[in-house]
Structure formats: C-alpha cells, structure tokens
C-alpha cells in the first residue's frame, strides 16, 4: 500500500469558499452589525481565548488517549506520538473531503493498517468501540441538558422535538451498529453486496476478489477484536473516562468563549444541549467541503434560540469555530504533510543505502 496523497487542487479551491458564503448570507438575512462582530472580537480577553484554544487541543490529546488505549489492548503496537498524528490527519480529512468522522476514521483505520499490514480489522474495531463511546456521551449529553432545561421551564416546542429526535436517532444508530458487531453474517452479506454494487457499476472492468478476500479476512479480525472488548470492561472504563475528559474540555471551549466575550453569558444547560446538538449536525455528511456553512448556522441559531442577542450569538460561533475547526484542519494538514515527508525520505534512504559486503 502507498501512502495516500491529498492534494488542494483548483477545483478543491473554487468549492472552499461555498460554505464560507453560505455563512455570510445567512449573516446578511439576519441583519447582523458586522462592526458591532468586529468591535466585540477587538474586545475579548486574550488570556481567557488562549485557554479555550488549550482545552480544544487537550480535547483532541484525550481523544487520542482514547483511542491509543483501544488499540493498545488489541496488541496494535502505534506509538502514541503517531495515534496523535493519525488523529489530527483525520481531522484535516474530515474537513477536506465531504463525509464528517466517516472519511476521518477510514484515513486512521488505513494510516494504522499501513504502519502494521494486516491490522485493519482490529483498526476498524478500535474506531467503531470509540464511536460507541463517543454516541453514548453525547447522548447522555443531551439528556442532562434536557433535564436542567426541563427543571428552567425551557424545555418545549421545537427544541423539545429536536431533542427527542436526535436522541432517537441516536439510539437507532447505536442498535444498528451493535447489531453488525454481533452479527457476522449481516457484515459478510454487507461486505458482498458493496463490492458487488462495485463490480456491477463498473460492468466488470473491476475485479475485486482480492479485496473481498481481505475484507473478509479484516472483518473476521473485526468480529474477534469486538469479541474480546466485550470481555475488557477495565479497557472500555479507561477508554471511556478519557473521552469523557475529552468532553469535558470540549465543553470548556464554549465555556472559556463566552467568558472571554464582553457582556456574554450563557447557561449551561444551554451549552450542553447546543454543543451536542452541533456535534449531532456537524456528523452529518452534507456535501460541503470543510464543513463550512452549516455548522456556524447551526451554532449561532442555537444560541440565539436560548437567548443570545445576535451579535454575541455570530461573535461567539467565530471564535469557537476557530480552536475547533481551523486549527485543528491546518494542524492535521501539517501532520499529514510531515508524515509524507518522512515516509519519502525512509523510502530514499533506503533506494540510496547500499548493502554491506
């Protein structure tokens, strides 16, 4: 396998500003004080701002840990330094490619399965076991949110539905993706029918028995690696309060955000039921590239459905939006492009060493 090139062609920067315009029209319909935006963001106290930046890494570094820790139980021997870059050159390709945390955890299931071939299955169960974890915090999220709404007397209407609703998705999603971890078969007959669709679209130019063959393989490896977290209760508890630590500070990056905004204030039960509900959004694959556009919609009506006068409402949706999202994507980007530079000179060095006699 060969390392996986992303490159940021013409075509890929004539899509980039389509979310960011979005954002502004949405800006525009509302009538936003762009100067008043501006003035407020002049303001902010810069201490308070470094700190929310902070906890938007440490929130990434736990969710590494997180992860680092699933794969370590399976015997996946990546260091910790590599899970925390695999983990930010999956952010980039989230951002990159149309398709929120799916494009994401193929790119880390692939990086880890390159570093060590034949580990793809244990891979892919490390990432579903912490996408588990990650659906059940966030629906937990979402219900104590729902619950200090309920005892404000603020819960109903249309936010009412909206919680419901996710909440049920949610649970769906989880019945389902358990449902292929115990069920062998159904993920045999899914593997089939893919690269069926595949061969049948392609009018058999594609021959892909190899690669069922090693889905096969992988899949099985998956199963057993479900398998054995279900006998690892000390691995999931670990692999679990990290994440929740890594929670923790994603909530504290709103947090940090609005108290570093000139006259903000915000509750949190209004901060837990928006940044689950954001994160619930951001997952869906919409289309857009670097999932601009409709995460900073989402998040500001958010905000102003709890309140939040307007401006502070677009102040706040910038700010958090540039920890969260801008820094991570150019961090990823420089990750990925490290990565390839050090892959590049591993390989030249060893077209250029010469054996010993």
């Excluded at 008043?36 to 930046?53: E, S």
């Excluded at 139980?73 to 952010?91: A, D, N, R, T």
């Excluded at 928006?274 to 900073?296: N, Q, Y």
Aim: hydrophobic share 55%; with cysteine.
């Amino acid at each position: 396998m060969t390392q996986p090139k992303y490159t940021v062609t013409w075509k890929t920067l004539i899509l980039i500003p389509v979310g960011l315009i979005a954002f502004l029209a949405y800006i525009y319909v509302f009538r936003v004080d762009i100067q008043d935006i501006v003035a407020r963001v002049q303001r902010i106290n810069l201490n308070l701002y470094m700190l929310a930046t902070i906890a938007a890494v440490l929130d990434t570094l736990f969710f590494t840990f997180a992860w680092h820790s699933l794969l370590r139980f399976l015997k996946v021997k990546v260091s910790l330094f590599k899970s925390f870059l695999f983990v930010w050159i999956g952010i980039f390709i989230d951002g990159l490619i149309p398709a929120e945390s799916i494009s994401g955890e193929v790119t880390k299931i692939y990086l880890v399965n390159k570093e060590h071939d034949g580990t793809a299955g244990a891979a892919t169960a490390s990432v579903v076991a912490q996408r588990l974890i990650g659906m059940g915090l966030n629906v937990t999220t979402l219900l104590i949110g729902a619950a200090l709404l309920l005892a404000e007397s603020l819960l109903y209407g249309m936010m009412l539905a909206l919680i419901l609703f996710l909440v049920a998705v949610t649970f769906v999603s989880l019945a389902l993706i358990l449902l292929l971890c115990v069920k062998q078969n159904w993920t045999f007959r899914l593997v089939g029918a893919v690269t069926g669709f595949v061969e049948r679209i392609s009018r058999g130019r594609w021959k892909l028995t190899t690669l069922r063959e090693e889905m096969v393989a992988a899949t099985r490896s998956f199963h057993a690696a479900m398998k054995d977290y279900a006998h690892a209760p000390k691995t999931l508890l670990t692999a679990s309060l990290f994440s929740t630590v890594s929670w923790i500070f994603s909530l504290a990056v709103f947090y940090l955000t609005f108290l570093a905004i000139p006259n903000a204030k915000i509750s949190w039960s209004a901060i837990l039921v928006t940044s689950a509900i954001f994160v619930a959004v951001k997952s869906i694959p919409v289309g857009v590239p670097f999932e601009v556009g409709l995460p900073e919609i989402t998040l500001s009506t958010l905000l102003m459905i709890f309140g939040v006068p307007r401006e502070i409402s677009f102040t706040a949706t910038i700010l958090i939006r540039l920890p969260t999202f801008w820094l991570r994507f150019f961090v990823g980007f420089a990750a990925e492009q490290w990565l390839g530079i050090k892959a590049l000179i591993t390989r030249t060095k060893g077209h250029t060493e010469l054996p010993q006699k």
